[in-house]
T-cell receptor
Framework: SAVISQKPSRDICQRGTSLTIQCQVDSQVTMMFWYRQQPGQSLTLIATANQGSEATYESGFVIDKFPISRPNLTFSTLTVSNMSPEDSSIYLC????????????FGEGSRLTVL | DAKTTQPNSMESNEEEPVHLPCNHSTISGTDYIHWYRQLPSQGPEYVIHGLTSNVNNRMASLAIAEDRKSSTLILHRATLRDAAVYYCILLHGSSNTGKLIFGQGTTLQVKP
């Protein structure tokens, strides 16, 4: 299993500002994934962050809005830029398990509220 | 990835078995059936997965229909801690692409 720590766990932000969420994993992983969970909704994949290359974004998500850094094999950041109330969500970091089973481990999420 | 259909909600009594159904009539031969659950205020956690045969682990059992068009997650003895949203997800192949397509899941309530 993997232990994933996210910071901040929650924050209240003002419209138009940006916030960077950090994800730290207790083991080295090639791929890290960022998901969003809007209020009352299910999870949606934002992007895949591979160390040493540009992040790959899913349809509907763009780098200018959600820039991602992946400086090493245990750490990643997701920035939510120029926030609006519609960005109020839980943002979750996840990593694959070591066995090639399709299993993902998730952090507890960062709950953002944009006023 | 093929779509799954689950009931929006289910109720169970504590210490009784729970059978959570999932329909996936368009499943392909290489789609694995994964189950995750999300406890309140937590990220999802992996429960179990299978391809064709029934599977058991310390958390649950997975019963897969012979035609693979449906499956059932079985919690043998529900506890209050099992109250969560349960997601049935099809994953093409066995590799960790990270692209889990979450539906709305089944919200399980466990009554004492």
């Amino acid at each position: 299993s993997a232990v994933i720590s996210q910071k901040p766990s929650r924050d209240i932000c003002q419209r138009g500002t940006s916030l960077t969420i950090q994800c730290q994993v207790d083991s080295q992983v090639t791929m890290m994934f960022w998901y969003r969970q809007q209020p009352g909704q299910s999870l949606t994949l934002i992007a895949t962050a591979n160390q040493g290359s540009e992040a790959t974004y899913e349809s509907g998500f763009v780098i200018d809005k959600f820039p991602i850094s992946r400086p090493n094999l245990t750490f990643s950041t997701l920035t939510v830029s120029n926030m609006s109330p519609e960005d109020s969500s839980i943002y979750l970091c996840s990593v694959p398990g070591t066995a090639n089973t399709g299993e993902l481990f998730f952090g507890e999420g960062s709950r953002l509220t944009v006023l | 990835d093929a779509k799954t259909t689950q009931p929006n909600s289910m109720e169970s009594n504590e210490e009784e078995p729970v059978h959570l159904p999932c329909n996936h009539s368009t499943i392909s031969g290489t789609d694995y059936i994964h189950w995750y659950r999300q406890l309140p205020s937590q990220g999802p956690e992996y429960v179990i997965h299978g391809l064709t045969s029934n599977v058991n682990n310390r958390m649950a059992s997975l019963a897969i229909a012979e035609d693979r068009k449906s499956s059932t997650l079985i919690l043998h003895r529900a506890t209050l801690r099992d109250a969560a949203v349960y997601y049935c997800i099809l994953l093409h192949g066995s590799s960790n692409t990270g692209k889990l397509i979450f539906g709305q899941g089944t919200t399980l309530q466990v009554k004492p």
